[in-house]
């Protein structure tokens, strides 16, 4: 296991399109969070799992917005009818609940542009 | 709400210089704190972890101090390279297993 996998590395899609996200976690660990991040800034919290229960989500996540970890292992971050706003870069962590040790792996991230 | 900032936004030094990177958060009823580094167009790199009962962690030329109760963390970078020239970001994991970013310290150093 080479760590949180992120696929596809980029996206570009025109406005009014759908796209889809693939993030799969390092094996053993039960935690999943989705981030974005725009140009300049630190990755803001859009969504998180343990296992596959979705626990929360961020008022950022609007409607358009889904995401799905249908068996506790990769998880999926579905946007529908994209809007150009919706471009930045998506960031998938993973981490396992273990005592007090609770450190949060990166994916490389999806750098989704929409046109 | 927790909130988390870092000071300065950007930063550059030349080659060999010791810097310190400042994060400040407001609630201090956090797990751990956790410095990252990100390169341009990249996903994140962790660097250092210190959870809410440690006061410092070292890896290398990094070191990282903790002080819950003023809600701050400073990474200290010894002998600077510019291999080190990246975005550094702090990030703390709330009570609600949220992890919370600053706004991240853009790092030149100039050979």
């Known amino acids: 296991d080479t760590g949180v996998s992120q696929n596809p590395r980029h996206k570009i899609t025109k406005r009014g399109q759908n796209v889809t996200f693939r993030c799969d976690p390092i094996?053993?660990?039960?935690?999943l969070y989705w981030y974005r991040q725009t140009l300049g800034q630190g990755p803001e919290f859009l969504t998180y799992f343990q296992n596959e229960a979705q626990l929360e989500k961020s008022r950022l996540l609007s409607d358009r917005f889904s995401a799905e970890r249908p068996k506790g292992s990769f998880s999926t971050l579905e946007i529908q009818r994209t809007e150009q706003g919706d471009s930045a870069m998506y960031l998938c962590a993973s981490s396992v609940l273990q005592g007090a040790d609770t450190e949060a792996f990166f994916g490389q991230g999806t750098r989704l542009t929409v046109v | 709400k927790q909130e988390v900032t870092q000071i300065p936004a950007a930063l550059s030094v030349p080659e060999g210089e010791n810097l310190v990177l400042n994060c400040s958060f407001t609630d201090s009823a956090i797990y751990n704190l956790q410095w990252f580094r990100q390169d341009p167009g990249k996903g994140l790199t962790s660097l250092l972890l210190i959870q809410s009962s440690q006061r410092e962690q070292t890896s290398g030329r990094l070191n990282a101090s903790l002080d819950k109760s003023s809600g701050r963390s400073t990474l200290y970078i010894a002998a600077s390279q510019p291999g080190d020239s990246a975005t550094y970001l702090c990030a703390v994991e709330t009570s609600y297993d949220k992890v919370i970013f600053g706004p991240g310290t853009s790092l030149s150093v100039i050979p």
């Open positions: 094996s053993e660990h039960n935690r």
